[in-house]
């Protein structure tokens, strides 16, 4: 993703540092480590930026997770319901099985995507 640095997508999508994007915002990259899913580093040791920009920041990410986890969700039941033609119930296993399963990744992106909001890219960084 060397291409699109300096662009919002690669700060979201990697979880890097949303203003150098030089560093992991986050201690542990596997989001599949449950004790540590959204332990995140308090500061960017390249840049210097702090993460929590105020108590309970990250609460707004809340609102971000709601429309991302419909978007995972829909395209599973797209795939399941529509594509494979399983029938409904069958899809809503699916369906709430995968949502369990990317439950870590969500909560990631709809941080990173949170605190992309306020930050910016600085080349200077």
């Known amino acids: 993703m060397k291409f699109l640095k300096g662009t919002k997508i690669n700060s979201i999508f990697t979880g890097s540092c949303p203003v150098c994007q030089n560093e992991s915002m986050y201690t542990v990259k596997n989001p599949y480590n449950v004790t ?3 332990t995140m580093q308090e500061r960017c040791s390249h840049c210097n930026t702090k993460y929590k920009i105020e108590p309970s920041f990250f609460f707004g990410a809340m609102y ?3 429309p991302i986890g419909l978007i995972f969700g829909a395209v599973c039941l797209f795939i399941t319901y529509i594509l494979l033609k399983l029938s409904l119930y069958t899809s809503y296993v699916v369906l709430i099985i995968f ?4 439950l870590p990744i969500i909560l990631r992106l709809s941080r990173n995507v949170w605190i992309n909001i306020f930050m910016h890219f600085d080349k200077t960084k």
Do not use: F, G, H, K
């Open 36 to 38: 540590s899913t959204l």
């Open 64 to 66: 971000v997770s709601y």
């Open 99 to 102: 949502m369990i399963l990317c």
